[in-house]
Structures are given as structure tokens and as C-alpha cells.
């Protein structure tokens, strides 16, 4: 006849802790041995290799470019090469012979790394004897930086031969608020044609402070269908914000009734309600002083 014996509930409880305790021993043996690499580490893209993949864009039209893998591959290379990186999109707006796209492209990738002491180096690029699509890139980043030296140099090509340097120049200095640049608003308007890229260019280049006094390139913009729905947001905000005239009620409810962007709609809307209360209290008061 076979006994078992009887176990304790101490006893079982001195088990449970020896099992446990063995446990742990284990699980501290293993994680404090070494790992192996269960991958290999993925070696990083060579400086050329990353430039190739963007300079490919450069060669395709403009209109089937991929600008957001443009700007990703660009600050990439920045992130990866540093100012090694910075000194290949330099060398494209240096090269007289470069296309015009990879200039363009160029300033694209340099503009969220721009700093005040590249001045002098984009100051050498923007002088006559420079090729054209040299001088336009190297003004548009140099505009960007804002002190008066700069501010200075561009009043150097205000009476530039060159129409694009001068659009460039006059546009930045109005954004600056200079009065060489302010003057000339309206005959850069007049001068822009069918290009809705200048009429852009000229409307975002008026400064906060004289916005009122140009509303009528703002209602122009407003309903001009050509332009981007973000320059056209903008153009009702200013007409709302400022305008005191029923023409632009006509404008706007215009707008409400053939536009099909909500979003148009609605600032068109609100724009409206804004003028007309405007229009309204204009009247109260001439009303009351009577």
C-alpha cells in the first residue's frame, strides 16, 4: 500500500516561492546575457546617392514634379550632410549653365535653412554680370533675410534692365514696407498680364499696413478663379476686414452664387455680413449727427 504523504499548506507555500525565485533566476541570466542582432543595421544613403533622387525631379515638367519627395530627399541630405549638403544646391545656383527648374528647386531646399550670414554669398549671386535665373533665386532667398543691409542692396536694382530681377526687388521691398517698392504695386498689377503666378506674388507682397489701399486688387483676386484658393481666401479676408464698399457686396454674393469650395463660401459669407455691418454703421452714425 502506497502513503502519500499529506503536504502542508506551509510546505506548499515554500514551494510555489522556490518555483517562482527559479524563475526569476532565469529571466535575470537571459536578459543580462548579450543579444544578438536580429538585423543588420540599414547603412545610411551616401551624399551622391541622395542627390541623384533629387535631381532626378529637376528633369521632369514642372507640372509632374513631386515637391513634398523634392523637400524630403533635400532635408534628408541636410539632416544626414550638413552644410556639405547646403554647399551642393549652392553650387547649382552658381552654375551659369544649370537649368532654370533646378534653381528653382534649389531655393527650395535651402529656404528652411536660410541664415543671415549666407548675405554675402547670395549678394555675389544677385549682381548683373550673374545670369538671370542666378540673380532671381539668390534675391528671392536674399529677401527673406531681414536686415538693413539687405534692404539696401535691393534698392540697388530698382531701376534693374532686367523685368524679372525688378518684380523680384520691388516685391520684396514692398513687403518691407519701402516706399520704392509700395509705389509700384499697382503698375506691377497692371504690368502682370495673364500670369497668375505674378498677381500672387503681388498680392502677398503688400505689407498688413497698406492693405487698405489696395482693395481693388483684393476684389480683383477674390473672384479670379486662376489663382490659388489660398491667395483667394486671403483676398476675401482683407475685402471683410476693410471694405466699406457696396461693390464688394456684388462681388461676394457673386461668388456665393457660383462657387462650389465651401470653404470660399463661407469666408464670402462672413465677409459679407462684415462689409454690410460696416456699410450699416457707416450710415447710423452719418444718421445721428444729422
Known amino acids: 500500500m502506497i502513503f502519500r504523504k499529506k503536504i502542508s499548506w506551509g510546505?506548499?507555500?515554500?514551494?510555489?516561492?522556490?518555483?517562482?525565485?527559479?524563475?526569476?533566476?532565469?529571466?535575470?541570466?537571459?536578459?543580462?546575457?548579450?543579444?544578438?542582432?536580429?538585423?543588420s543595421e540599414i547603412p545610411k544613403p551616401s551624399l551622391n546617392d541622395l542627390y541623384q533622387?533629387?535631381?532626378?525631379?529637376?528633369?521632369?515638367?514642372?507640372?509632374?514634379?513631386?515637391?513634398?519627395?523634392?523637400?524630403?530627399?533635400?532635408?534628408?541630405?541636410?539632416?544626414?550632410?550638413?552644410?556639405?549638403?547646403?554647399?551642393?544646391?549652392?553650387?547649382?545656383?552658381?552654375?551659369?549653365?544649370?537649368?532654370?527648374?533646378a534653381k528653382y528647386l534649389a531655393v527650395m531646399a535651402l529656404t528652411p535653412y536660410l541664415k543671415e550670414d549666407w548675405s554675402e554669398k547670395l549678394r555675389s549671386l544677385t549682381e548683373s554680370d550673374k545670369e538671370v535665373n542666378t540673380r532671381v533665386c539668390a534675391l528671392a532667398l536674399l529677401s527673406l533675410i531681414q536686415n538693413s543691409e539687405v534692404?539696401?542692396?535691393?534698392?540697388?536694382?530698382?531701376?534693374?534692365?532686367?523685368?524679372?530681377?525688378?518684380?523680384?526687388?520691388?516685391?520684396?521691398?514692398?513687403?518691407?514696407?519701402?516706399p520704392e517698392g509700395v509705389q509700384q504695386i499697382q503698375s506691377l498689377w497692371d504690368k502682370s498680364g495673364e500670369s497668375p503666378d505674378k498677381r500672387e506674388h503681388i498680392?502677398?507682397?503688400?505689407?498688413?499696413?497698406?492693405?487698405?489701399?489696395?482693395?481693388?486688387?483684393?476684389?480683383?483676386?477674390?473672384?479670379?478663379?486662376?489663382?490659388?484658393?489660398?491667395v483667394r481666401r486671403e483676398a476675401i479676408m482683407q475685402l471683410g476686414r476693410y471694405s466699406k464698399d457696396k461693390e464688394d457686396i456684388d462681388v461676394l454674393k457673386s461668388i456665393l452664387d457660383t462657387e462650389i469650395d465651401n470653404s470660399i463660401k463661407e469666408l464670402s459669407q462672413s465677409a459679407m455680413d462684415a462689409i454690410n455691418s460696416r456699410i450699416q454703421g457707416g450710415s447710423t452714425s452719418s444718421t445721428s449727427s444729422e
Open 203 to 230: 498680392l502677398l507682397s503688400i505689407p498688413p499696413s497698406e492693405v487698405p489701399n489696395f482693395l481693388t486688387l483684393y476684389r480683383a483676386s477674390a473672384k479670379d478663379e486662376d489663382l490659388s484658393l489660398t
Open 151 to 178: 534692404t539696401d542692396h535691393l534698392k540697388k536694382f530698382v531701376n534693374d534692365p532686367e523685368p524679372r530681377v525688378q518684380f523680384e526687388v520691388l516685391t520684396a521691398l514692398a513687403k518691407r514696407g519701402e
Open 53 to 101: 533622387a533629387w535631381y532626378t525631379q529637376t528633369t521632369l515638367q514642372k507640372e509632374n514634379i513631386d515637391y513634398q519627395t523634392t523637400l524630403s530627399i533635400s532635408s534628408q541630405m541636410v539632416s544626414l550632410y550638413g552644410q556639405e549638403a547646403i554647399d551642393k544646391f549652392f553650387a547649382i545656383l552658381e552654375n551659369q549653365q544649370e537649368k532654370p527648374l
Open 11 to 39: 510546505e506548499t507555500n515554500f514551494l510555489l516561492i522556490s518555483l517562482i525565485s527559479c524563475l526569476l533566476l532565469v529571466t535575470t541570466y537571459f536578459s543580462c546575457s548579450p543579444k544578438q542582432k536580429q538585423t
